[in-house]
């Protein structure tokens, strides 16, 4: 590995993400297991995190783009792989070609796949989306029996094979919203017509992470596990990572640029936001929205800096930020840790997600391609 210092860096634990994927699993035993590696696995590096995935025993991959998938495929994996976020046009016979499972929720991606499988001459494996109740993507309830039975004269025709029948929850991560039972009981009857017009799917599948997580009876044959196999709890509500055995995967980290004293009543950052209360030494953090980092965190985002928590002091700008120090020292080069698993002392997503008004998920999707991810595993070896 090149040993020359970073500006900054997200330490990506592949170890942890393993023992994560081993936990999921043994969360949902009777059901096959996708971990979701979409947005660059949730910030963390699709490929290296789909291989520990994998290694792990995910019996599936799931991506949201075509270009994801793709972008698996081209880095080796042979095994099953699914995406669902389709526009008309999509390069379905690529897909079909490359053995990935494809998704429709209406009648106008049906016909594509179709088209796609019979122009390339291969069964297309495709899973049809409903609509329990998300309001997003999904064929609703009272279109289903067409988009059925259309699937089911291609089925017959051998253009394509329905492999999955799949929905997605709106309210899973707040326990016992009964939106949850409602969307259950749409997707037995939704299931139940596809059958009785003689679909056979290979899996069926509802479950996020919060449902796979504290909703058994959701698991069905599949469950898609995203934010909670990179060690983030989904909802405050539901607990903490470690309440379900998971360990945060990513540690966000940065030298400290500079280190000075300034007199009190000393403007801080755009906008003096922030003014010294007294002499005091500031510390700046050479990370900012050009980062990732998000500038609703001015004034709120915690950072281990010398030992202590501080809090971002004045305006994140597009490259960096700063700390107070009070009667703290440090000295260029130390350390800030932004988030990790917490073992140091150090905030955490979640705490992160707090201070901003927002969840992990985004805090972690959103660190650019400007920080480097440096992937460590068990053995203590690192890579770039």
């Not at 999955?164 to 899973?172: E, V």
Request: glycine share 12%; net charge negative.
């Amino acid at each position: 590995m090149d040993e020359t210092p970073m500006r900054a860096r997200a330490v990506v634990d592949l170890a942890a993400l393993r023992a994560n994927v081993r936990a999921l699993r043994a969360a949902a035993p009777t059901a096959e297991l996708m971990t979701v590696v979409k947005s660059d696995a949730y910030g963390h590096g699709m490929v290296p995190c789909a291989r520990a995935a994998r290694a792990a025993g995910a019996d599936w991959l799931g991506a949201a783009t075509p270009e994801e998938a793709f972008a698996l495929r081209a880095a080796g994996d042979t095994g099953r792989l699914m995406c669902w976020l389709w526009t008309p046009g999509g390069p379905w016979r690529r897909a079909i070609e490359a053995d990935i499972d494809v998704s429709a929720s209406g009648l106008w991606a049906l016909r594509e796949a179709v088209a796609a499988a019979r122009a390339c001459g291969r069964t297309a494996r495709l899973h049809l989306k409903a609509d329990t109740g998300l309001g997003r993507n999904g064929c609703q309830p009272a279109d289903w029996p067409a988009l059925v039975a259309e699937a089911r004269a291609a089925e017959a025709e051998g253009a394509i094979r329905v492999t999955g029948l799949w929905s997605h929850f709106a309210c899973a991560d707040e326990p016992g919203h009964p939106s949850i039972a409602a969307q259950l009981s749409v997707f037995r009857e939704v299931i139940a017509h596809a059958e009785q017009a003689g679909l056979r799917p290979e899996v069926r599948h509802i479950a996020n992470s919060p449902a796979t997580l504290t909703v058994p009876d959701s698991h069905f044959d599949l469950v898609r596990t995203g934010i909670s196999t990179y060690g983030i709890c989904p909802s405050p509500e539901l607990g903490t990572s470690a309440d379900f055995g998971l360990r945060p995967v990513m540690t966000l980290s940065a030298a400290l640029a500079s280190v000075k004293r300034v007199p009190g009543g000393h403007g801080v950052s755009y906008g003096h936001r922030y003014v010294t209360p007294g002499e005091t030494t500031l510390a700046l953090v050479p990370v900012g929205y050009g980062d990732g980092i998000p500038r609703h965190a001015s004034g709120t985002g915690p950072v281990l800096v010398a030992g202590k928590w501080r809090t971002i002091a004045g305006t994140v700008a597009m490259d960096q930020f700063v700390v107070d120090l009070g009667g703290d020292t440090a000295a260029p080069g130390d350390e800030a840790v932004l988030f990790g698993p917490g073992d140091r002392g150090e905030p955490t997503v979640e705490d992160w997600a707090r201070a901003v008004g927002s969840i992990g998920y985004e805090i972690v999707t959103r660190i650019s391609a400007r920080i480097p991810r440096v992937y460590v595993d068990e053995d203590g070896g690192t890579g770039n």
